[in-house]
């Protein structure tokens, strides 16, 4: 069945450095790739999102990169602070289909 | 943080009880779902609503059943679960614009412990 791979599950990194987070999907008709961030205890919410005719984008400190060939997509996170602590997760879904498969998440530590 | 919301936050549930979960949301979004968050596995989609009619039952047991009266209000029915149901369950909410997948706005999630 469709499915997404997220790597790793836990990240720790040094606050000021960069962080990385793959994610590898199956379905070939996925078109739609959001991200989100769950704090502890709090809700999962949008960070960013790329659709693919695009191959990458970026808001701030944050940009996502999408190679549709390999079916491979990224988060990067530049400057990490330690507000960037939190669980993110990947998800890929597609036009017409109201079923979007999530990763499995992965926990980011930024160490002060 | 209000768009979406949830009631109860926390439920304690005996195996043969009956009890409903609720979400409403402020966001004039026209599909609502329900997800189910197990420690350290993805997100689990469990029932899609599109213009009040269910579109996705991912398999899930009949122990829960999905009820959708309007495009504002979703509820999740239990009865007889089992302990490994004990989940955080959350709800979302999307404006399906026909130009393809939208943002999925979360509610808080209702972290739920079957006895």
């Known amino acids: 069945g469709e499915n997404v791979e997220q790597h790793p599950s836990t990240l720790s990194v040094q606050e000021g450095d960069s962080a990385v987070i793959k994610c590898t999907y199956s379905d070939s008709a996925s078109n739609y790739f959001p991200w989100y961030k769950q704090e502890l205890g709090k809700r999962p919410q949008l960070i960013i999102d790329i659709r693919s005719n695009v191959g990458e984008k970026k808001d701030q400190r944050i940009a996502v990169t999408l190679n549709k060939t390999a079916k491979h997509f990224s988060l990067h996170i530049t400057e990490t602070q330690p507000e960037d602590s939190a669980v993110y997760f990947c998800?890929?879904?597609?036009?017409?289909?109201?079923?979007?498969?999530f990763g499995a998440g992965t926990r980011l530590f930024v160490k002060a | 943080e209000t768009g979406v919301t949830q009631t109860p936050r926390h439920l304690v549930m005996g195996m043969t009880n009956k009890k409903s979960l609720k979400c409403e949301q402020h966001?004039?979004?026209?599909?609502m779902y329900w997800y189910k968050q197990s420690a350290k596995k993805p997100l689990e989609l469990m029932f899609v609503y599109n213009f009040k009619e269910q579109t996705e039952n991912n398999s899930v047991p009949s122990r829960f059943s999905p009820e959708c009266p309007n495009s504002s209000h979703l509820f999740l029915h239990l009865h007889t679960l089992q302990p490994e149901d004990s989940a955080l369950y959350l709800c979302?909410?999307?404006?399906?614009?026909?130009?393809?997948?939208?943002?999925?706005?979360f509610g808080p999630g209702t972290r739920l412990l079957v006895l």
């Open positions: 966001l004039g979004h026209n599909a």
């Open positions: 979302a909410s999307s404006q399906d614009s026909g130009q393809g997948s939208e943002t999925q706005y």
């Open positions: 998800a890929a879904s597609h036009t017409g289909g109201f079923k979007t498969i």
